[in-house]
């Protein structure tokens, strides 16, 4: 291929996918508007109109936010790529650090930095602006700008030495660099595992023993009928941030451990809570997670099959609007660039994703109602609906694309056939 024909390719994917994104979110502004003023029926005796259209609305604006951020997004792809922003970045670092391994590691680090400095008015506004309006938002600033001062600082702590690693294997791997740096991103996959609920996420909140004992015995109950172990249930302190509830688990191995947040422990009622957990425990016993993380692994196995090909003719740099560097390495400077366009090769999958996903969730409901209550489960789902404001009337395309948890009116369709 030639660096002009993969120019066009790149222009054609990156035309296709601000087009698609932008009909996907006035779809979904359009269909969501247009159901504001009418519960379905399904949930008319349980939903109050207020909260329906508080839902419509928050889907609205977040969705305006979206358009906003997809052209954000492409311009800034089309700076760092045809408008020679990375070519000149590289230039600049060059003079400064000579070639070498720290000219590598300038290169990545000033590209986290300013693709980091991008995002942060926009992190702020959704924070500040859009969760606040809705009445979500918990967060002070200053906790906001100290969250991002730790996730700064443990993701160079851990991100250096990881891309420090596999740029010292694509250099002296030879032609198979790219399988060996697949082995580095599984371990690295498992040991993040292994560290983040011990070591990263107390860093950010508080994890205090389940202390309700009622719930405690129940939620055990249900352990032991699912033939679950954890390491313990504790309850996050999810409030100092947002009003939005959730439940997961997280680890493996005999470090499982079921978290709950403090919003969710506070709305729901024991049994409501016992049928979400087993949900999520539905994940676990089916298999949900192993089979994601298996895809996920044959997908960066292929991923990096491909930037091993790409990384090795010029035309892949040129066709970027980059120059590569002659009798030096490129190999950070691929890592970018590949980065930069891999939501373009992945977008248009997304439905197939989505789809598996809901797949799963279904899956899941039926264990929950199996091993606990699906009354319960529904009733959950309603009160979470409307405590979260998820919109009950999703564009069916859009949600598609971007959901991968059903609409709320499915699910209890299927768990309440009779509703």
Not at 206 to 211: D, H
Request: aromatic fraction near 14%.
């Amino acid at each position: 291929m030639t660096s002009s024909a993969f120019s066009l390719t790149f222009g054609i994917f990156i035309g296709a996918t601000l087009l698609a994104r932008l009909w996907l979110s006035f779809r979904q502004i359009r269909h969501v508007r247009a159901c504001r003023d009418k519960v379905p029926a399904q949930f008319a005796a349980r939903i109050p109109l207020a909260a329906h259209r508080k839902a419509a609305d928050y889907t609205v604006a977040k969705c305006r936010f979206a358009l906003y951020m997809t052209g954000v997004d492409t311009l800034v792809l089309l700076c760092f790529t045809l408008f020679g922003g990375l070519d000149a970045l590289a230039g600049c670092l060059l003079g400064m650090t000579g070639p070498g391994m720290l000219f590598q590691l300038s290169l990545l680090t000033a590209f986290a930095v300013i693709s980091g400095l991008i995002d942060l008015p926009f992190d702020y506004y959704r924070q500040f602006v859009i969760e606040e309006a809705f009445g979500f938002n918990r967060m002070s600033r200053r906790l906001f700008f100290a969250d991002l001062l730790k996730s700064t600082v443990i993701g160079a702590l851990i991100g250096i030495p990881v891309v420090w690693l596999a740029l010292v294997i694509m250099e002296k791997a030879g032609n198979a660099w790219w399988l060996y740096a697949w082995i580095l991103w599984i371990a690295f996959q498992t040991l993040m595992m292994v560290l983040y609920p011990t070591v990263i996420a107390p860093r950010f909140n508080t994890f205090a023993p389940l202390e309700d004992t009622a719930l405690r015995e129940r939620i055990e109950r249900l352990l032991a009928r699912t033939g679950f172990t954890s390491n313990g249930l504790f309850v996050m302190d999810g409030s100092r941030r947002s009003s939005h509830g959730n439940a997961y688990f997280t680890g493996f191995g005999a470090g499982k451990r079921i978290v709950f947040y403090d919003t969710l422990i506070a709305r729901l009622s024991p049994p409501e809570i016992e049928a979400v957990l087993a949900h999520e425990l539905g994940h676990f016993r089916l298999r949900h997670i192993v089979r994601r993380m298996v895809v996920m692994g044959a997908a960066s196995f292929g991923f990096l099959a491909l930037l091993g090909y790409l990384k090795a003719h010029d035309w892949f740099y040129l066709g970027l609007g980059v120059i590569p560097l002659p009798g030096m390495s490129n190999d950070a400077m691929a890592l970018v660039l590949f980065a930069l366009i891999l939501p373009l090769l992945t977008f248009f999958f997304s439905p197939l994703l989505s789809a598996s996903s809901r797949r799963h969730e279904f899956e899941a409901d039926a264990f929950a109602a199996r091993y606990a209550s699906a009354q319960d489960l529904g009733s959950a789902l309603v009160r979470l609906v409307e405590d979260n404001a998820s919109t009950l009337t999703p564009d069916p395309l859009y949600s598609a694309f971007y959901d991968s948890h059903p609409p709320a009116g499915i699910r209890i369709g299927k768990l309440l056939p009779d509703t």
